[in-house]
Each structure stands twice: as C-alpha cells, then as structure tokens.
C-alpha cells in the first residue's frame, strides 16, 4: 500500500504534467496559426470578365495565391470543387477579371442561368415594362438602384390635366435588364422589361401600378439614403418657380391651389405697399373779365376820359 507522501507526490506529479501538456499545445497551436497566416492558399478567379449567364469552364478561370487570412467566403481552392465533367455551371452576375469566384455569383452543379438563385431570402423578382425614356435610354444596368415612379390618371377623373407622379418604391435592386444589358458593340441596349428585387408587398404594388398607369425608372446614386418625404407633382407644378427659384413648401399643396395662393398674394402685396396719392392740380387763373351789361337797358360810351352811359330809348346821361 502506498503511503500518504507517495500519493501527493504523484498528484502532484500529475498535475505538473497537464499543467506542461497545456502550455505545450498552446505554443504549438499559436506557432501553427502564425505560420498558416503567413501562408497563402491558391484561390480560383476569373480570367476574363464573365457576364451574367457566361459558361464557366477551365480556361475562364486561374489560380492565384491568396493570404490565408484574406481568402473571401465561398471561394473555390481547387479546379475540382468550381468545374465537373459533363455538367454546367454559369455566372449569375457580372465578374470582373481576377475577381475571385465565389460559390454565391455562380449557379449550382448542372444548373443554368436562374434569376432565384439570386435573391434574397424573403425577397420576389417582379418585371416591368419599360422603355427607352421610362429605361433611362438603357443605361440602367443591373446591380444598379433605381426609384420607381407612376404616372396615372387621379381616380374618378378624365380630364388629362388632372394626371399625377409619385414615388412608388425607392431604392430598389436591378436584377436583370432583359436577357442581355449591351449591345455586341458594348454600347447600351434599350431594354423592353427590368427584372427588380423586392418584398412581396410591392411586388403586388408594382403588379397593381402596371394596370392603372405608366411606370419609369430613376436612376440613384449607390448607398445614397431614402428621402423619408416624397412629394406628388401634378400639372399645375409644371411652369416656372414664380418665387425666383427657391424651392416653395410644400408642393404639391401649392400645385392644388396655385390661383388662390396667386391671389393672395396679390391682396397682400397691395396690403403692404401703399398706393400713391393722387396730385391735386390747381387750376390757372381765369382773368377778370368785365361783368355783362345788360344791353337791353344801356351800354357804356367813352369819350376820352369820360364815360357816359347812355340808356337805350332815352337820353345821354352825364
């Protein structure tokens, strides 16, 4: 039997030895990630740019070192994994060359082209008709973010003057322009339908717009944020801004009443400015003239400097 001191002895021994054990896969551990992150991995990109819908085969693609710390999410290390005798693969979206080829820009093993592939989860594609002026002349690409407006007739309605614009959706993804976005030339392709990602709520918004009036595209700027106020513009905003181009509140308002709001402020300008006062003329003077004679009774005669009056059917008077 082994005394007290030979059992704390060999605890303690074994102790000591997990305590080295520990600190010896420690440092290896930190040695070997030093050294993979040091490392690089050969990663599979793109010899030449793909375009949506473009085969993916073996002289499209190259392998390039990549930093092990740096290798992107969904990247293909090997020819094996990217590219399988006797099925297809083809690109969902533009890929620049020597961008990497991620497993999300590409279709699944044996799959085609497919607009799904592409979205989101809880997202729809939903198409709309365009045209060259409505499709911003074809330089709507996809990827790109566009607004969408509706003009339509206001509800009840049939006078055209009575038409209206609105924002109906802001910030949305172009999916797809047609099948092809260019020309062979490179040059832009006016496109007849534009593929859009959105929510099922505005799919059914834009399936309704499409019946009661036109639709167009506005193309933004990247990364640039909604504008929480969106305005209707109807026919009466389109003339020249009588506030001397300053942006006036509340538009589509002033739009609505425009002759009222004109009349105002033609009763306040008269209001603030006086009107002048009228000039007095004074009239020239008349010169004196002699009072009438009453020539019925006498008439004056002068001799000289004498003067008689002489009273008709009587005798001169002194």
């Known amino acids: 039997m082994m005394s007290r001191q030979t059992m704390i002895a060999l605890a303690g021994a074994l ?70 005798a006797g099925k297809k693969r083809v690109a969902l979206m533009p890929i620049a060359i020597n961008e990497p080829i991620l497993n999300g820009k590409i279709s699944a093993i044996g799959e085609g082209a497919s607009i799904a592939a592409l979205l989101p989860e809880g997202m729809r594609a939903a198409s709309v008709r365009i045209n060259d002026v409505s499709g911003v002349a074809g330089f709507v690409q996809p990827n790109d973010s566009v607004d969408v407006l509706i003009t339509r007739q206001l509800p009840g309605e ?8 609105d924002v109906l959706l802001q910030n949305v993804r172009v999916i797809a322009i047609d099948q092809e976005s260019k020309n062979a030339d490179g040059s832009p392709k006016v496109a007849k339908t534009a593929t859009l990602e959105v ?28 504008n929480p106020v969106v305005e209707t513009v109807s026919m009466s905003d389109l003339r020249y801004n009588m506030y001397g181009g300053a942006r006036y509140p509340a538009p589509a308002v002033v739009g ?31 010169p004196a003239v002699a009072p009438p004679v009453d020539l019925g009774k006498q008439i004056q005669v002068y001799r000289g400097t004498k003067s008689d009056q002489v009273k008709l059917g009587g005798e001169y008077g002194g």
């Open 15 to 84: 102790v000591l030895g997990l305590i080295a054990v520990i600190f010896a896969n420690s440092y290896l551990n930190g040695a070997q990630q030093k050294a993979y992150a040091r490392g690089t991995t050969r990663v599979a990109v793109a010899a030449a740019p793909l375009a949506y819908g473009t085969d993916i085969t073996p002289e499209k693609i190259r392998f390039v070192d990549y930093p092990n710390t740096s290798i992107p999410p969904g990247a293909f290390t090997n020819q094996a994994q990217l590219i399988v």
């Open 158 to 165: 049939t006078n055209a003057n009575t038409q209206v614009t």
């Open 199 to 226: 929510n099922p709520i505005d799919s059914q918004k834009l399936a309704l717009a499409q019946q009661v009036g036109d639709l167009s595209l506005v193309l933004r700027k990247p990364g640039e944020q909604n």
């Open 256 to 286: 609505s009443l425009g002759g009222a709001i004109s009349g105002a402020m033609t009763k306040a300008a008269a209001t603030v400015a006086p009107r002048p006062r009228p000039v007095r003329r004074v009239a020239a003077a008349k």
